[in-house]
């Protein structure tokens, strides 16, 4: 019988995650703080790439923490399973969608009749609708 530990996630990584927490809040918050500076305003180009590269930290310090490993190995893992599946070939797919088609307007015609007849009856019943 095997027993099967999980990783435990260290304080170091808690740590990691706040940091990046506080950069990305940080890169939000100087995106508006500099609006203007000393009087002039910011050039919404410098704004945005303080933001861009306050994201890009934050980023890559959570993914040096152990969730972020585990993100990066599933996101791996599922590219893999993608490249697996047997996709339809075009010619399946427009007759699928066609079928689909096909049914609705069937099903759509049905249902108009069906609520013609029921109003009909509803009308001769109430004794409405006389011509």
């Given at each position: 019988?095997?027993?099967h530990?999980?990783?435990?996630?260290?304080?170091?990584?808690?740590?990691k995650?706040?940091?990046?927490?506080?950069?990305?809040?940080?890169?939000?918050?100087?995106?508006?703080?500099?609006?203007?500076?000393?009087?002039?305003?910011?050039?919404?180009?410098?704004?945005?790439?303080?933001?861009?590269?306050?994201?890009?930290?934050?980023?890559?310090?959570?993914?040096?923490?152990?969730?972020?490993?585990?993100?990066?190995?599933?996101?791996?893992?599922?590219?893999?399973?993608?490249?697996?599946?047997?996709?339809?070939?075009?010619?399946?797919?427009?007759?699928?969608?066609?079928?689909?088609?096909?049914?609705?307007?069937?099903?759509?015609?049905?249902?108009?009749?069906?609520?013609?007849?029921?109003?009909?009856?509803?009308?001769?019943?109430?004794g409405?609708?006389?011509?």
């Amino acid at each position: 019988m095997s027993v099967h530990t999980e990783e435990q996630g260290s304080s170091l990584d808690t740590v990691k995650l706040v940091i990046a927490i506080a950069l990305l809040l940080a890169g939000i918050v100087g995106f508006y703080y500099f609006e203007s500076w000393q009087g002039q305003p910011v050039s919404v180009l410098f704004r945005v790439l303080g933001l861009l590269a306050a994201v890009g930290a934050g980023v890559a310090v959570a993914l040096s923490s152990l969730s972020g490993k585990r993100l990066l190995s599933f996101m791996h893992d599922s590219r893999l399973e993608v490249r697996k599946m047997v996709w339809p070939t075009r010619a399946e797919t427009l007759q699928t969608t066609l079928m689909v088609m096909v049914i609705v307007i069937i099903l759509s015609i049905f249902l108009w009749g069906v609520d013609s007849l029921l109003g009909w009856g509803v009308r001769s019943l109430l004794g409405g609708g006389g011509v």
